[in-house]
């Protein structure tokens, strides 16, 4: 049965978008990378995760959430305590949900961590003076001295405007995605580490937005390291009404939260 699991799912990444249901995570595909997205505060994307990390058996695991500087603090001995584990990370003060909801992930695998997040300096920098300055020498190695198609572009800046509430300035939209690239590229500069130091397989914590294939992370390794596989998974909140730009996708129940627009309209 797994195998004929794994092969049907093989058929469907390469025809890209198909959906599974979380049975599925226990069975996919074998790829070099494999970028398991996520709703940052829905506890069943992280479950999932968790589920996918453990079936893989990775021998490397990067997070979006975590600096390299915070990711070498994730010891054995401290991997099984959530709360001492939390406290070294400095979580409370990251702005990223409870630790609780990603604490599994850390326990679902021994491999060892990278941090794929840049400091935030440096994405400052990039919103004022563009990815490629902002990211320094290897720019071009990771995609970033070319500019995204006009209808990309536009797109992206669209999405970064409904992301803030359409409360920013026009003129800041494409710094914003440019800090979106730039962001991508550091997570990809974590894999391709990751993957030179330990062999890989190499699997990915990060939002859905990252994990795109068409312009996140997939999309800046088929620059920077082509020969790697890549296979990514978006979890969704709800049914799509296009064709989602993941191999596959899960659509799951969305976690009740508050509307984070009302401070604007309020205004």
Do not use: K
């Not at 599974?20 to 995570?25: F, Q, R, V």
């Not at 226990?26 to 990390?53: F, K, R, S």
């Not at 003060?93 to 695998?109: E, V």
């Not at 859905?208 to 999309?219: Q, S, V, Y």
């Amino acid at each position: 049965m797994r195998t004929c699991l794994t092969f049907l799912l093989l058929g469907a990444a390469a025809a890209h978008a198909a959906q599974i249901d979380a049975t599925a995570l226990d069975a996919l595909p074998p790829a070099d990378v494999v970028i398991l997205g996520e709703v940052h505060d829905n506890p069943t994307h992280h479950a999932h995760q968790a589920a996918a990390v453990s079936a893989l058996s990775p021998a490397a695991l990067v997070f979006e959430m975590l600096d390299p500087d915070q990711a070498a603090r994730v010891t054995p001995a401290l991997r099984s305590d959530a709360d001492a584990l939390a406290q070294a990370l400095g979580w409370a003060d990251s702005g990223w949900p409870d630790f609780a909801l990603y604490h599994p992930i850390f326990t679902a695998t021994d491999a060892p961590v990278y941090g794929g997040a840049l400091p935030r300096d440096q994405v400052r920098a990039a919103i004022g003076d563009g990815a490629a300055v902002a990211f320094g020498a290897d720019a071009a190695a990771f995609g970033l001295d070319a500019p995204l198609p006009d209808d990309q572009q536009a797109t992206r800046q669209s999405m970064q405007q409904e992301a803030h509430c359409n409360a920013l300035p026009e003129e800041m939209l494409p710094g914003m995605v440019d800090a979106q690239r730039l962001r991508d590229a550091g997570l990809a500069r974590a894999i391709t580490r990751a993957w030179a130091e330990t062999g890989g397989p190499v699997a990915v914590i990060t939002g859905n937005g990252h994990a795109r294939h068409d312009w996140g992370i997939p999309a800046v390794l088929s620059v920077a390291a082509p020969d790697l596989s890549v296979l990514s998974i978006g979890q969704l909140e709800a049914a799509p009404e296009a064709t989602p730009p993941y191999d596959l996708w899960i659509l799951t129940a969305p976690t009740p939260r508050d509307d984070p627009c009302a401070a604007f309209r309020a205004n």
